[in-house]
């Protein structure tokens, strides 16, 4: 049995933020940190005080998580950045509400006594004499310290109290991981008991010291058991101040998932229920586990709920039976062909989710190439006249304002010398859509061609599939591309706003024209030529998307998303040189191309290089950050590897930005996780000069002084499917629906359950339902209930293991 933790993280916007530069505004962006750990940055907003970022992020992380922390600061050209403020949540705060957390919160003033961070390892003993009771604190080592000096590290130096007594220990110069292994002794003054308490300081030359965190033991905690092993230090207790918005405020909103997981053998009975109820006919079915979900799930929780079901069916190989069972659920209950799939039901949700899962690798390679030169081009195109800004040209150019229909035909042109490509790169991409999707498309085709033969209702079929392809995936990519992976940035306003045209005009092509010259955008019919031009091209798309045999589709259960040789992410790095021998630092780093799969990091000067090196992914042991100041440069990470004669291999690596290093080590950490001995611990530093950069320590065989974080990673559409975590969570969302199944479909004892009662009842809960498809709904319902049981037995007994071995400490076994 194994627990999960996750956070689902949205940084949605912010309001009312204080101005810090010249200009009245601000740059503002928002860092994550979890802990000690920064997880995410989202992007900057440029001169704004209301900045909207609506970026989202899933965090994996560990049990034992104790805060979340969003920092707010204004971004600069020249000099450090101005932090605004921060919010901090700690983890009980957030568990409070199994929903999380979705509401305003005021930024409070980063009081830096606040900031610390890292462990103390302490062992303490009472001993006794003729002179009375005395304390042995043993201070051994510290690591994570907070970086007090401008050097990115600390010199640190302990003080223990105990009553009026007080001792310190030496300082040790220059390093955030210090060993001191020294004891200190306090004797016990006449009085009551004494809490003890350990403070960390770092020592400066000039000015007071800083603070760096502490730990207190109660004088009951001393005479009991007397501590020994590592602390969490802590900011000295004082109010939580509010700033009463004069910093502004955030909207977060912030969920913590946590779950026991059982073995997969006790999933099975759900799973094949699932799996069972999409081969049964979807039109009367009102018992079986789909159809409860699908009745009881509501709003966001809808979007998280598709994810999972698309990911578990993706894994037994029946996705496809999984959307057309959904697709014909809606497709039966729609009378309007103009309102088809036009909600946010489970049936829309799941094919959504399918598509980012299985089709992103597609996406970007139809998509990325025209993004790209928009934003590199950064032109300037308006076809609104209420939004031109004619002064721009003359801005420019210094020739004169230009006309506004000088500034609508620049702008068509530019647009349609974009569409142009965007169009083409879609058309052509028949034979590099996923076969998976393209058999899912075949199915909502035939399903609704069924449902809405008439002549009148031609253009149906071509809509359900472009109402998702083009209306919930290319068009959303081109208007954010940010949040598709598709650039690491968010654009600023020009840029945003041509994307925006150009987000609209494909919308209006997947709509296939049926509204051009309607409602209020009347200035968008210079590009209607254009877009009808295109609208044939896209029907006969669309009939070549859906000529494809079932056999295409893989039809086996899959351990992943994406094969193991498909690369995951790629991009240029600085690599280290092996040992440079008395090279700069800037010049020990070379540029090159690295490709990550499931089974190699591979890398060569160039992506056009023939020959590259690699390393398996096999044999990673660590994935972490390394400080700023082991090489004086930011975004570096090391990858540790063991050769077979067990000899560990470091490769630092640098990365041009924190989001970039995020989403490698992410990346990377995901890829090795099922790697054996994988290393507790390891040197956040570098040996140089002979000795660690980061503990001092003079052999370079010294155990690692920091933690590693290989369950700290970002989910994405590549995470490794986890069949067992995907059904726990369906599981969950079913008991609540429990009760109100027994409602509907079980029998009362203690009524009458006569035929006539029967029918009554009956009625009631299905109107118009044959008694034949009726007696199937029960039995559904009386197998669905018992599985649910037998999970919650399964669960219990879990439980009640887990508190008899918590009881017992840690010697029962």
């Known amino acids: 049995m194994a627990k999960s933790s996750s956070l689902n993280v949205r940084v949605v916007e912010g309001r009312a933020l204080p101005a810090k530069d010249v200009s009245g505004s601000s740059d503002p962006y928002c860092i994550v940190k979890v802990d000690d750990e920064v997880v995410a940055r989202t992007a900057t907003v440029w001169r704004s005080l209301s900045p909207f970022w609506g970026e989202e992020y899933t965090i994996h992380l560990p049990l034992d998580f104790h805060h979340l922390a969003f920092y707010v600061l204004d971004e600069d050209t020249v000099g450090h950045d101005d932090i605004i403020g921060k919010i901090s949540l700690s983890r009980e705060a957030i568990a409070a509400d199994p929903r999380g957390i979705d509401s305003w919160i005021n930024l409070s003033r980063v009081d830096p ?90 020592w400066d030359m000039v000015g007071k010291n800083d603070f760096l965190g502490m730990v207190e033991f109660p004088p009951q905690v001393l005479q009991q058991n007397a501590p020994s092993g590592w602390f969490r230090l802590l900011p000295f207790p004082r109010a939580e101040e509010d700033s009463g918005g004069t910093l502004g405020a955030l909207r977060l909103k912030v969920r913590l998932i946590e779950d026991r997981i059982l073995p997969s053998r006790y999933y099975q009975p759900l799973t094949e229920l699932l799996m069972e109820s999409v081969l049964g006919p979807a039109e009367e079915d009102a018992a079986s586990p789909l159809a409860v979900l699908e009745e009881l799930t509501l709003g966001d929780c809808r979007q998280d709920l598709a994810t999972k079901l698309v990911k578990l069916f993706l894994g037994q190989g029946r996705a496809g039976p999984f959307l057309d069972y959904l697709t014909r659920r809606e497709v039966t209950r729609t009378t309007d062909p103009n309102t088809l799939f036009r909600s946010n039901s489970l049936a829309s949700k799941a094919m959504e989710q399918f598509m980012k899962l299985v089709g992103m690798p597609y996406l970007h390679e139809v998509l990325k190439p025209v993004i790209n030169r928009v934003f590199e081009e950064k032109k300037y195109m308006e076809l609104d006249p209420c939004k031109m800004d004619l002064g721009r040209t003359r801005r420019i150019s210094f020739k004169g304002a230009p006309s506004e229909e000088h500034v609508r035909d620049a702008s068509l042109g530019l647009l349609t010398g974009y569409l142009g490509p965007i169009v083409e790169a879609i058309v052509g991409s028949v034979g590099r859509c996923p076969p998976a999707m393209r058999l899912a498309f075949k199915q909502l085709h035939q399903c609704v061609e069924e449902r809405f033969p008439q002549a009148e209702h031609e253009d149906v079929k071509y809509l359900a599939i472009s109402g998702f392809l083009f209306l919930r995936f290319f068009a959303p990519a081109i208007l954010t591309p940010k949040l598709f992976d598709l650039r690491d940035q968010h654009a600023d306003p020009q840029t945003s706003r041509s994307l925006l045209l150009l987000a609209k005009a494909v919308q209006s092509i997947g709509n296939l024209g049926q509204q051009l010259g309607q409602g209020k955008e009347l200035w968008m019919a210079p590009l209607h030529p254009f877009l009808q031009q295109s609208i044939s091209r896209v029907r006969h798309f669309l009939d070549q998307l859906v000529d494809v045999d079932e056999e295409e589709e893989a039809g086996g259960p899959a351990r992943a998303l994406v094969a193991p040789s498909v690369i995951v992410r790629e991009g240029y790095l600085l690599k280290r040189k092996e040992e440079p021998a008395s090279l700069a630092t800037r010049f020990a780093f070379k540029k090159r191309y690295f490709w990550l799969s499931g089974e190699t990091l591979s890398y060569s000067k160039s992506p056009e290089w023939q020959m590259r090196s690699s390393i398996p992914v096999s044999r990673i042991r660590a994935v972490e950050r390394v400080d700023e100041g082991a090489f004086q440069l930011p975004h570096v990470m090391q990858v540790v590897t063991q050769d077979p004669a067990s000899v560990l291999h470091t490769t630092y690596l640098q990365c041009k930005n924190v989001n970039e290093l995020n989403q490698w080590l992410s990346a990377l950490r995901k890829a090795s996780a099922p790697n054996p001995d994988k290393l507790a611990a390891c040197h956040p530093g570098a040996f140089r000069s002979s000795r660690w950069t980061c503990c001092l320590q003079a052999e370079r065989s010294a155990a690692g002084c920091s933690r590693t974080h290989s369950a700290v990673t970002l989910g994405d559409w590549s995470d490794p499917l986890d069949p067992d975590a995907e059904i726990q969570m369906v599981y969950r969302r079913l008991l609540l629906g429990r009760d109100q199944l027994r409602m509907k479909f079980q029998e009362d004892p203690n009524t009458d359950s006569s035929p006539e009662a029967d029918a009554e009842k009956s009625s009631g809960a299905t109107e118009g339902a044959c008694p034949n498809a009726l007696a199937r709904q029960r039995e559904a319902a009386a197998r669905l209930l018992e599985v649910l049981e037998d999970l919650d037995r399964a669960h219990e007994e879990f439980q009640q293991r887990e508190q008899q071995k918590a009881a017992l400490g840690p010697l029962g076994h």
């Open 113 to 202: 006594d606040a900031e610390v961070q890292g462990e103390i390892c302490l062992d303490v003993q009472m001993l006794e004499d003729a002179r009375g009771r005395c304390l042995h604190c043993h201070v051994l080592q510290a690591r994570d310290l907070a970086p007090r000096d401008i050097t990115g590290t600390s010199d640190p130096f302990a003080r223990v109290f105990w009553g009026s007594q007080s001792l310190e220990t030496s300082t040790i110069k220059k390093t955030r991981f210090p060993h001191w292994d020294e004891v200190l002794e306090l004797r016990e003054m006449p009085g009551a008991p004494a809490p003890l308490r350990v403070e960390l300081w770092d």
